[in-house]
């Protein structure tokens, strides 16, 4: 049984090496070179309660991870997030990514979050369906602004904002 959970720094091994499977083989991320563990605990430390990493875990082996992190170190987005979501090639398409998916989304409107933003490179289908399913809107392209692998790439702009809240 998979269950979710906040990460630990003892995850942190097998966080980074889904992350660089990711770096290596996918465009789902723009990173061009793989990550170190001294990388990864800085990036780890700069989360909290308010940007929770959370894990898929099945019979003590991590599965695949979640992260809401700061969109923007502005104090103006401060309720803004941005969520990245990685499962590990050989157990995507269980329906992982949408349990990290919805338990992240309920820890940021626990943490008081307004606002998450997503970018997906464009082709990903699986990962804007996935984040439909969610409560996420389609809000815009960002046309080629990514180089990887050789090719120019565009990036689909996705949001979820908890309670709308117009001023008119």
Same mark, same amino acid.
């Given at each position: 049984m998979v269950i979710i959970r906040t990460a630990l720094k003892r995850d942190l091994n097998e966080i980074t090496k889904i992350y660089n @499977?990711?770096?290596? *083989?996918?465009?789902?991320?723009?990173?061009?070179?793989?990550?170190?563990?001294?990388?990864?605990?800085?990036?780890?430390? @700069?989360?909290?309660? *308010?940007?929770p990493i959370l894990v898929a875990e099945e019979k003590g082996k991590i599965l695949g991870w979640a992260a809401l992190s700061k969109y923007s170190t502005r104090c103006a987005y401060s309720d803004t997030a941005e969520i990245s979501l990685y499962v590990k090639d050989d157990y995507q398409d269980r329906g992982i990514g949408k349990k990290l998916m919805e338990n992240s989304i309920r820890e940021g409107e626990k943490a008081g979050l307004h606002v998450v933003i997503a970018r997906i490179t464009d082709g990903n289908e699986k990962s804007v369906h996935l984040h439909k399913l969610v409560g996420f809107e389609h809000i815009g392209i960002m046309k080629e602004v990514g180089m990887k692998f050789g090719k120019r790439l565009d990036v689909y702009l996705m949001q979820k904002i908890y309670k709308k809240i117009y001023s008119e």
């Amino acid at each position: 049984m998979v269950i979710i959970r906040t990460a630990l720094k003892r995850d942190l091994n097998e966080i980074t090496k889904i992350y660089n @499977e990711s770096i290596l *083989k996918t465009v789902a991320t723009f990173d061009t070179e793989e990550k170190s563990i001294d990388e990864q605990k800085i990036w780890f430390q @700069e989360h909290g309660p *308010k940007n929770p990493i959370l894990v898929a875990e099945e019979k003590g082996k991590i599965l695949g991870w979640a992260a809401l992190s700061k969109y923007s170190t502005r104090c103006a987005y401060s309720d803004t997030a941005e969520i990245s979501l990685y499962v590990k090639d050989d157990y995507q398409d269980r329906g992982i990514g949408k349990k990290l998916m919805e338990n992240s989304i309920r820890e940021g409107e626990k943490a008081g979050l307004h606002v998450v933003i997503a970018r997906i490179t464009d082709g990903n289908e699986k990962s804007v369906h996935l984040h439909k399913l969610v409560g996420f809107e389609h809000i815009g392209i960002m046309k080629e602004v990514g180089m990887k692998f050789g090719k120019r790439l565009d990036v689909y702009l996705m949001q979820k904002i908890y309670k709308k809240i117009y001023s008119e």
